[in-house]
């Protein structure tokens, strides 16, 4: 897999020219100007047509190529690039989407029923954002323990040792071997389905809430 994916293009119309041009006068003056320049009697002016249209020929770079060996284990390729991407998001997001109470843990304070009453009904709740920050923290998680194939080592204890010993059954006139494993290795079961469904649960929310992972 070979992946290259260019910045957005940067908007340029009547008022950022306004603030190239004009760049000595206030913030206000400058408005006015860019108005001005780019729109007359409520029509956009020549000037703004030709802003969209050098705008409509400006496309982000995408290069993209794909290896058969990409899509053997299609999941795990794709979350090496889904985890640093969720990371990064986590660190620099300037905003948070609407998160139902249902997806978020009872009793955590995080649900907008565990919230103070809002000012006013069109208001977030104070706990907007803490529901967020949870559902990135286990859509991490998840992707987590999709790159990291001993995740559920710390689930086991005891030692094991495998060996092949000679069976009963016969193929061809001679006796087969059968794999047989020693020792007192064992699984705590419970916490380790118990993890399996938090993994479930942040790749479920990944889905639901994918179209909203912007900055």
């Not at 982000?60 to 390729?77: C, G, P």
């Not at 649900?111 to 803490?130: G, I, L, M, V, Y």
């Not at 047989?180 to 639901?208: I, M, P, Q, T």
Request: glycine fraction near 6%.
């Amino acid at each position: 897999m070979k992946i290259y994916i260019g910045p957005y293009r940067d908007w340029i119309g009547p008022y950022q020219i306004a603030d190239k041009l004009f760049f000595w006068l206030t913030k206000d003056e400058r408005f006015k100007i860019g108005a001005w320049l780019g729109e007359t009697d409520g029509k956009d002016t020549w000037l703004t047509k030709a802003c969209e249209w050098v705008q409509s020929h400006k496309k982000r770079k995408v290069n993209i190529r794909i290896d058969k060996y990409d899509t053997w284990s299609m999941d795990s390729t794709l979350a090496y690039i889904v985890l640093p991407m969720l990371k990064q998001l986590n660190a620099t997001k300037h905003g948070a989407p609407c998160v139902d109470d249902e997806d978020v843990p009872e009793g955590l304070g995080l649900r907008s029923t565990e919230a103070p009453a809002k000012e006013n009904e069109w208001c977030t709740d104070d706990n907007h954002f803490k529901r967020w920050d949870w559902v990135l923290g286990e859509m991490i998680q998840a992707f987590e323990c999709k790159v990291d194939e001993n995740w559920s080592e710390k689930y086991w204890s005891g030692t094991s040792k495998i060996e092949w010993r000679e069976s009963d059954i016969e193929y061809n006139g001679e006796k087969t071997s059968q794999m047989v494993e020693l020792g007192d290795r064992k699984c705590d079961w419970d916490a380790y389905k118990a993890h399996e469904e938090r993994n479930s649960n942040g790749f479920r929310l990944f889905g639901k809430y994918y179209q909203a992972l912007w900055d």
